[in-house]
């Protein structure tokens, strides 16, 4: 296998990972947005209700002191969210990772079997080592 065909297969490679990542960063970006709405939801529902009904009894100082201690509770929930997201991001990161070994595994194999497709596969499956992350 030549030079060129070599740094075609690192340069395709490179731009498939690319792409993982972004998606991978979309993903947690919509699960960091759809828990968001889940539970901004929520609260603006229980709230309104509780708003609703502080208005209309004269036993109100309870009611409203329940009603903002949800509204901090409700924060601290909204609060979680990023660390949420981040952890999403670096689950999808691993599963790219655990892909791209998997296809370095498989193209080993196929140079040690001597196989003739092989300089074919390792072009197009060639995957280069991460680093290790640190977990938090």
Not at 1 to 20: F, K, P
Not at 98 to 105: E, H, L
Not at 116 to 123: D, F, G, I, R
């Amino acid at each position: 296998m030549d030079q060129t065909s070599d740094r075609e297969g690192d340069v395709r490679t490179i731009l498939i990972e690319a792409v993982e990542v972004q998606l991978a960063a979309l993903k947690a970006a919509m699960t960091f947005w759809g828990e968001w709405i889940e539970r901004t939801s929520v609260f603006v529902t229980s709230a309104t209700r509780d708003l609703d009904a502080a208005r209309s009894t004269k036993k109100t100082d309870q009611m409203l002191l329940e009603l903002v201690d949800a509204g901090r509770e409700g924060m601290r929930t909204l609060t979680e969210l990023p660390r949420h997201a981040a952890a999403q991001f670096v689950r999808e990161l691993d599963d790219i990772a655990a892909r791209g070994r998997a296809r370095t595994k498989s193209v080993s194999r196929a140079r040690a079997a001597g196989s003739a497709s092989a300089p074919a596969q390792a072009t197009a499956t060639h995957a280069p080592k991460r680093r290790a992350r640190a977990k938090a």
